[in-house]
């Protein structure tokens, strides 16, 4: 109790102590009176409240109004429109060359080799916070902003001409702001240390995320979310030198930059990379000295995955490094270091803004010429590299094309169409269906990054995901071309927005459509949703439609007019829908088909409005969820009503039609199981991913088995040092596994290849079930395409069920044991989910285990 007491008032007394010259760099410096310090316009100082975003963005606007040195840009708006920021800082004399400075550091890229580097300056993109409840590093960008603002000096004023800097306050505002939300209205005024007090404890999602649930800081290689694609942007744009990303982690740590783990950064990436972060490692290391701060590198964290804001520069001829600072999780916290204070991590990651800026000065042509070397070299690699263009395609769906294009295009990746077709590999590419990405661009590292498969690795341990191989999350088909000069003929036009030709008769008999497209489920649902009567197809068929015979497949949807109430209304949607869910709408005159079954047989079955209900909250994996949330709500404008845990015994769960359990721990008394049971009797449809399969089978709502995992170890004794390496290389933390899929199953309308690539996360496996038909996707014989999984893992998950469906009473249990909607950008298995939700309750009993 004394123990406790005392750590209260030490933290009391250092917070109260806590003055702006705490953060500020030592030495001879003067400070500009018109620039207002952070507690002038704040109103606090700077660690006394955790400051707001709006406040934050006001504070940064109005000393880019008073300082010539800076100029302020909006570079994107978050999904809570919440502007994202980017403040440009460097002399006087640079501001006014600044479009000539941006095209040099461009041209470093390209083939020109006399570029004068003497008197280039380094450009410093310096971000923070990208999860919103690690806060040191915005609200150091308080102190950073006045310092490079109000100070003066000819230190300062050399700086300043040698670095532009990016400062970018704050990556992820809405997580932010929850965050800071939470903490000061749970902040007392006598500061409380003890770790279970209700400030260091958040409400479940928490503030690390964005509005959706999603980690932003895997999304800068993904861009699926506003806040990458504008942040990207501004990388492209700039082409920075140096990168930094500022975190936070546990509170008992002390503080991590890079370089990380030496064998766990990625293959492709350059072998003076880490030589370079080591160099700057020691700026670092000299700042953290001088105020006597604990620190550590070389461990625990890597730089293998192109997909986060420390690594993503690395395969581009940047460097980029993490900060990660213990964090006080609120103004004041007990550590197993003494009393960590809220200042103190703002302090420290203030250090490293001023040393990386040192670094990034001291190390200028060094690191201009580095970025040159790096081209040059990535251009002789494209040159000897056998794959001279990749060829990717789809026959049915030129929605996720699209967006594969679009993608590409975001990371400065020159894309094409195909001026003529060409079969590889049996398959053919068209001049409609197909993109050519030619290797030997500037961009080839980050081409081979995003394309390659790899299943050998130095070290088989990884921090994220070992395998993001891109063609494959969108289900593309996708060749290498290996002929030079087929290029000169193949390589057409830049690539641009596919368009959807669509045929409407205003006296046609019915309308269809077929289940290609991405975005075929929010035309469905545009369409249930104004009471349109829609029907779909169980079997394949074939149609007279605009004048010609068509051949139809499982998946097909019918919209026959005689049976709608407002034919001119139902006429508008559908092209309405040609229009904007890119789906091809065909005009059919008669009922009467010339093969299979006519358009008003019973195997066309009616399809109900979706009522979805997910259960959230405390256990629940937010990451997964979120998936599922933007998923409906952002991109198919299904509505999604989402109950929390502890408030699931009020839910009328009558009311819906689909319940959506993602990956967690449901802690549900046995009277809401019970509900569902009853529920799953009358007809509704339960989803349920990962985890929460164990729920379902612990509860026995369905017949589901596991295969026990035989990756144990013996009894045999082993070193302690190298218990962790011996664990670490049976998590399977992120590789892509095949699947064999029946495209016949209503959970597989949409789909045409026998063969599916799908996300792994862990070592689950289902048993066969008792039912042949049961299985809609199933594990190939040799399951690994891309990423580490070790052959234990690999043999225990061999042809068993990625997917399983289960009867209960006029019920249906949807057991899947991937997530199918991995981070937004696994597009090739979103509809697998999305039929699931609209097709689930059409499975026939005969298909299910009862």
Not at 158 to 167: D, G, H, S, W
Not at 297 to 303: K, L, P, Q
Not at 645 to 660: I, P, Q
Not at 756 to 782: C, D
Request: aromatic share 10%; hydrophobic share 35%; charged share 20%.
């Amino acid at each position: 109790m004394k123990t406790v007491l005392l750590i209260c008032v030490l933290c009391v007394t250092i917070c109260a102590q806590v003055k702006l010259d705490y953060y500020l760099p030592k030495g001879e410096y003067s400070y500009d009176e018109n620039i207002p310090t952070p507690k002038k316009f704040l109103g606090y100082e700077v660690g006394e409240w955790h400051v707001g975003h709006d406040q934050l963005i006001n504070y940064m606007k109005k000393i880019a109004q008073l300082s010539p040195r800076f100029s302020f840009s909006e570079y994107a708006r978050s999904y809570e429109a919440r502007p994202l920021i980017v403040l440009t800082i460097t002399s006087i004399e640079n501001h006014k060359n600044i479009e000539d400075i941006q095209k040099k550091h461009q041209k470093l890229r390209s083939v020109s080799t006399d570029i004068n580097i003497s008197t280039m300056p380094t450009v410093v993109y310096i971000g923070h916070s990208i999860h919103g409840n690690e806060p040191s590093g915005a609200n150091a960008s308080l102190v950073a902003a006045y310092f490079l603002a109000a100070a003066q000096g000819e230190e300062v004023e050399k700086l300043l001409q040698n670095t532009v800097i990016l400062l970018d306050p704050c990556m992820n505002p809405d997580g932010f702001n929850r965050f800071a939300s939470w903490v000061n209205s749970h902040k007392s005024k006598n500061a409380i240390a003890a770790a279970i007090n209700r400030e260091h404890i958040e409400a479940w999602p928490r503030g690390r995320t964005n509005h959706y649930w999603f980690d932003l800081n895997r999304d800068w290689l993904l861009t699926q979310h506003p806040e990458s694609q504008g942040r990207v942007r501004i990388f492209q744009k700039w082409q920075p030198n140096i990168l930094t990303d500022h975190h936070e982690m546990g509170t008992h740590a002390t503080y991590f930059f890079q370089p990380g783990v030496p064998e766990r950064t990625h293959p492709l990436t350059h072998s003076k990379n880490q030589p370079l972060t080591k160099k700057i490692a020691k700026f670092h290391a000299k700042k953290l000295d001088e105020i006597g701060s604990l620190y550590f590198s070389e461990e625990r964290f890597d730089d293998f995955y192109y997909g986060k804001g420390s690594t993503y520069p690395d395969v581009q001829g940047a460097i980029g490094i993490l900060f990660e600072q213990a964090s006080s999780r609120g103004h004041l916290q007990e550590s197993e270091h003494g009393p960590l204070s809220f200042p103190f991590t703002i302090r420290n990651q203030v250090q490293t803004v001023f040393s990386t800026l040192e670094a990034a000065q001291e190390l200028r042509s060094e690191l201009l010429e580095y970025r040159r070397e790096f081209y040059a070299s990535s251009r002789s690699l494209a040159q000897k590299d056998e794959t001279k263009a990749y060829i990717v395609g789809d026959n049915k769906d030129p929605q996720r094309l699209l967006q594969f294009s679009q993608l590409l295009q975001r990371h400065d990746i020159n894309v094409y169409h195909l001026a003529k077709p060409i079969t590889v590999d049996g398959l053919e590419y068209n001049e409609d269906n197909s993109l050519l990405v030619p290797a030997n661009q500037p961009q080839y590292l980050l081409i081979k990054a995003i394309f390659e498969k790899r299943t050998s690795f130095a070290d088989n341990i990884f921090y994220d995901v070992s395998a993001w191989t891109m063609p494959l999350a969108f289900h593309l088909n996708y060749a290498q071309l290996k002929n030079k000069a087929q290029l000169t003929y193949l390589q057409g036009k830049n690539y641009q927005h596919p368009t959807v030709t669509s045929s409407f008769d205003k006296n046609a008999y019915a309308y269809l459509f077929t289940w290609d497209s991405y975005y075929a489920p929010r035309a469905l649902n545009r369409l249930l949703q104004n009471n349109i009567k829609v029907k779909v197809a169980t079997k394949k068929f074939s149609a007279i439609v605009n004048g010609q015979q068509r051949d139809f497949t499982y998946g097909t949807i019918l919209v026959p007019m005689g049976i709608q109430s407002d034919k001119k209304q139902t006429s508008l949607l559908m092209q309405k829908i040609a229009t904007e869910d890119y789906v091809q709408v065909y005009s059919a005159k008669t009922g009467f088909t010339p093969i299979g079954m006519d358009l008003g047989s019973g195997n066309f079955r009616s399809i109900k409005p979706p009522k979805v209900v997910m259960i959230v909250g405390s256990g629940v994996n937010a990451y997964d969820a979120g998936e599922v949330w933007h998923l409906l709500d952002a991109r198919f404008d299904i509505p999604l009503v989402m109950v929390d845990v502890e408030h699931f015994s009020s839910l009328n769960l009558n009311d819906y039609n689909t319940l959506v359990m993602v990956d967690g721990g449901y802690n549900l008394n046995q009277s809401n199981v019970k509900k569902v049971q009853s529920w799953l009797q009358s007809g509704g449809t339960l989803v349920a991913s990962k985890r929460a399969i164990n729920w379902v089978a612990s509860n026995q709502l369905a017949s589901v088995a596991f295969v026990a995992n035989g990756t144990n170890p013996s009894n045999q004794r082993l070193p302690y040092a190298t218990r962790v390496k011996n664990e670490g290389a049976q998590i399977t933390g992120g590789a892509i596994l095949q699947g064999k899929v029946d495209l016949t199953h209503p959970l597989l309308y949409g789909y045409h290849n026998d063969l599916i690539a799908l996300f792994r996360r862990g070592n689950m496996a289902l048993k066969e079930t008792q039912n042949p038909y049961a299985v809609p996707v199933q594990y190939s014989e040799e399951p690994l395409i891309s990423g580490y999984m070790s052959k234990e893992n690999q043999q225990h998950v061999k042809n068993t069920p990625a997917i399983a469906v289960y009867g209960k009473g006029n019920g249906k249990v949807i057991c899947i044991a991937d997530n199918l909607n991995f981070r937004a950008f696994w597009l090739g298995t979103n509809k697998i989910f999305m039929n699931a939700i609209l097709f689930g309750n059409l499975i026939d009993s005969g298909s299910t285990e009862r």
